[in-house]
């Protein structure tokens, strides 16, 4: 005999339902527009734990990081109007680095729709273009349909954002129906014909070159690496997809994307055999689109969850559709190919290892010196998260990410990610150091969500790069307007005093050989902490000064 549940609140049905998705974190901005979803929240909260954030881009970065760590998806909760406003940031990101993820919007009552109500916004329309869904939910009756379809469309195929608005009356009404479990899937395997082809021509190739980039379970990274290392490939991250392989491996031969080795360029261009397993190709891998030719002059195999995506731009020699962890598990089954290019992977891992080499920089805090020391300082699972600026360019070439630490980056490029994104990976993972890397201009874009940390007793350690200048957009200035510096300069605060005000731990380098007792002390105090690097302005990136970019641009 079947019973039927008792009625409940809208906003109470909600929350059993993301509780019965499995969904364990929301990082939310409270609003007026969705109490009674607050009141659903306070119900359940054994089992879904809510953060409140500062500022809504800082619970939608939360979010989005905390979609990139577990792979599961994270919500984030706003307000109607600014609230979705300030929060469309994290679903660009979540977008573009296919993170999956769920925004609920508190909305206006259905019954107002299309008279400008107050902060009324047809969210329909504004995230359309940012998001895998959007939809809005008007019947309570629908919440545990709805909710458990955004879940699955946030984590199939190419896993993405999810954009959920909620009327205000919808929240209120009184429904009896049950909560539902996940659905079972079963995941779009590789074709083996497909997979004996591309061994095949894996046979035929004397300079072959693995490009990784998507979303990879542990196990599935795991079976890929067991692929690459015994078949000798080079292996190439996709732009701040350092996760994906072990930059310490023999077969690692840097980073693709912004501020890529020259060398690691030249040499991709004269690879004969491509092997994209699950990146995009997109405008950051391939250098402006173009690495490769359009027609396929160079061998493509792109492997990808979304059929979409193969093709899009580069016609490749073969396209697999499939689930990448599927995929892994396909190559654990393949026999191997003939290798013949293992004097082409040891010439790509040199080059890797010239770059990685520490320049004598001629200012007192070298970077460079600064990160390979923290290299060796970090935990053996320690995350890293990384905000966009020129200084990120100095972490993807003098520090190696190993097998099981992570490094979580907005391959959008979004200033404002790191701070937050450590926040929410200290919260979601307790017991794991959590490492962020931010320009002084990214800080304070989100900075503040420090006090979230303080909040909920994580611990952070934020190194701040402080150059004094939005230093990327400086560097493109001096290329084209040499010395005419227009809106580019910035006046910050002490750092390190702005996080004691917070009640965290600040320390100020200036020296490299006072970075590692600052990075051990603020490690030591399991408070909040920011480590302010006093970085030398004219080192605009770690391979040009911006005197010297001013030379190349009266040269012509």
């Known amino acids: 005999m079947t019973v039927s549940p008792a009625p409940r609140l809208g906003g109470h049905v909600l929350a059993h339902a993301l509780v019965a998705q499995d969904i364990r974190h929301a990082f939310a901005v409270p609003g007026e527009s969705y109490l009674d979803v607050l009141d659903g929240l306070y119900e359940v909260r054994d089992r879904l734990r809510t953060v409140t954030c500062r500022f809504e881009a800082g619970a939608a970065n939360m979010a989005e990081a905390c979609g990139k760590l577990t792979g599961r998806p994270a919500a984030a909760f706003v307000t109607r109007g600014p609230g979705a406003c300030h929060a469309a940031i994290g679903v660009h990101i979540a977008m573009q680095d296919s993170t999956p993820m769920l925004l609920f919007i508190g909305q206006i009552p259905f019954a107002e729709t299309d008279r400008e109500s107050f902060q009324e916004v047809d969210y329909r329309r504004m995230f359309g273009p940012l998001a895998k869904w959007v939809t809005q939910i008007d019947d309570a009756a629908r919440i545990p349909e709805l909710v458990a379809h955004a879940v699955d469309v946030a984590t199939t195929g190419r896993p993405g954002p999810v954009v959920i608005a909620l009327s205000e009356e919808m929240q209120k009404a009184h429904v009896a129906v ?297 560097m493109y200035q001096e290329r084209s307007y040499p010395g005419r510096i227009s809106a580019t300069d910035l006046t910050n605060p002490d750092f390190a005093r702005l996080i004691e005000a917070f009640g965290g731990h600040g320390e100020t380098v200036t020296e490299t050989a006072q970075f590692g007792p600052a990075f051990r002390r603020a490690a030591a105090s399991r408070r909040p902490s920011v480590i302010e690097l006093r970085t030398d302005p004219e080192q605009i990136t770690s391979r040009q000064t911006i005197a010297q970019l001013r030379a190349a641009a009266a040269k012509g």
């Not at 979304?306 to 190559?331: M, N, S, T, Y």
């Not at 290299?375 to 100095?394: I, Q, R, S, Y």
């Not at 420090?450 to 790069?465: G, N, Q, S």
Request: net charge neutral; proline share 7%; hydrophobic share 50%.
């Open 178 to 474: 049950p909560d539902l479990a996940p659905t079972p899937l079963a995941r779009p395997h590789p074709d083996p014909a497909a997979l004996a082809r591309m061994q095949a021509m894996l046979a035929a190739s004397r300079r072959p070159l693995a490009i990784l980039g998507g979303a990879w379970g542990a196990t599935a990274r795991a079976a890929l690496r067991d692929y690459l290392v015994g078949h000798d490939l080079p292996v190439a991250v996709a732009f701040r997809r350092q996760s994906l392989f072990d930059g310490t491996l023999a077969n690692y031969a840097g980073d693709l994307g912004v501020g890529a080795d020259p060398a690691l360029v030249a040499r991709a261009r004269e690879a004969d055999l491509v092997l994209a397993f699950g990146t995009r190709l997109g405008e950051a891998v391939t250098q402006g689109y173009t690495l490769f030719d359009l027609a396929g002059a160079t061998p493509i195999v792109h492997v990808h969850p979304d059929p979409a995506e193969i093709g899009r731009v580069f016609r490749p020699a073969l396209g697999i559709a499939c689930d990448l962890d599927a995929f892994a598990a396909a190559l654990a089954r393949l026999a191997p190919a003939t290798v013949q290019w293992s004097d082409w992977t040891r010439m790509l891992r040199a080059q890797r290892l010239a770059a990685y080499a520490v320049p004598d920089y001629p200012r007192p805090l070298n970077v460079a010196a600064c990160l390979r020391e923290l290299e060796g300082m970090l935990a053996k699972d320690a995350v890293m998260t990384c905000d966009a600026g020129n200084f990120a360019t100095w972490l993807t070439r003098f520090m190696h990410v190993r097998a099981a630490q992570a490094f979580l980056g907005p391959t959008a490029g979004a200033m404002g990610y790191a701070v937050p994104a450590a926040v929410g990976a200290a919260i979601a993972q307790p017991g794991r150091q959590v490492v962020a890397f931010v320009g002084d201009g990214g800080f304070l874009m989100t900075g503040q969500e420090l006090a979230t940390a303080m909040h909920y007793d994580a611990a952070p350690i934020v190194l701040v790069f402080n150059n004094g200048m939005y230093g990327t957009i400086r």
